[in-house]
T-cell receptor, first 114, second 111 residues
Framework: EPEVTQTPSHQVTQMGQEVILRCVPISNHLYFYWYRQILGQKVEFLVSFYNNEISEKSEIFDDQFSVERPDGSNFTLKIRSTKLEDSAMYFC????????????FGDGTRLSIL | QKEVEQNSGPLSVPEGAIASLNCTYSDRGSQSFFWYRQYSGKSPELIMFIYSNGDKEDGRFTAQLNKASQYVSLLIRDSQPSDSATYLCATPYSSASKIIFGSGTRLSIRP
């Protein structure tokens, strides 16, 4: 069964450094998402991406965050200057279409900011 | 703002019994609902989705939707220890957009 893949599985970074989290969505999917989950808390939406542009973003997704689809397969989340509070699991998801279609999640990247 | 509410649990169910997980939602206009299973430290895994009022069955899982009462449930028959996880109820916020997750119900199946 097709799946969403994420790399790396664990990223440890010094505060203030830039990180790039990578995702390969399911190949025929058109909608891409990033979520995060701080330990013990809810899964929170960060951003959705369709047709090479952001379709929606949350209040969390401020100027330090950016997303890109650099080629036909990868979807990346960049955090420009990391803060301690960015430590979380980051999940990439994709769906075949938007709206009511379920989203399929990757295994996540655990980001630890020191 | 749409909200999805779940009892955080833990819900403890003996092995072989039926586990019943419940979820309420605030927006009467919500059209579809997803149940995800999340093991500790892992990602959400889609196990059921339901769009219409009534029941939808898939193996040991049955999702139930009651739009009049704004209530969604998940039944797990013949519960197994491997079903022990947190179950997340979720609904799309708008087209091409985010999923709103509940805080999840922690289910524990005791042998």
């Amino acid at each position: 069964e097709p799946e969403v893949t994420q790399t790396p599985s664990h990223q440890v970074t010094q505060m203030g450094q830039e990180v790039i989290l990578r995702c390969v969505p399911i190949s025929n999917h058109l909608y891409f998402y990033w979520y995060r989950q701080i330990l013990g808390q809810k899964v929170e939406f960060l951003v959705s991406f369709y047709n090479n542009e952001i379709s929606e973003k949350s209040e969390i997704f401020d100027d330090q965050f950016s997303v890109e689809r650099p080629d036909g397969s990868n979807f990346t989340l960049k955090i420009r200057s990391t803060k301690l509070e960015d430590s979380a699991m980051y999940f990439c998801a994709s769906s075949g279409s938007g709206g009511n279609q379920p989203q399929h999640f990757g295994d996540g990247t655990r980001l630890s900011i020191l | 703002q749409k909200e999805v509410e779940q009892n955080s649990g833990p819900l403890s169910v003996p092995e072989g019994a039926i586990a019943s997980l419940n979820c309420t939602y605030s927006d009467r206009g919500s059209q579809s609902f997803f149940w995800y299973r999340q093991y500790s430290g892992k990602s959400p895994e889609l196990i059921m989705f339901i769009y219409s009022n009534g029941d939808k069955e898939d193996g040991r899982f049955t999702a139930q939707l009651n739009k009049a009462s704004q209530y969604v449930s998940l039944l797990i028959r013949d519960s197994q220890p491997s079903d022990s996880a947190t179950y997340l109820c979720a609904t799309p916020y708008s087209s091409a957009s985010k999923i709103i997750f509940g805080s999840g119900t922690r289910l524990s199946i005791r042998p």
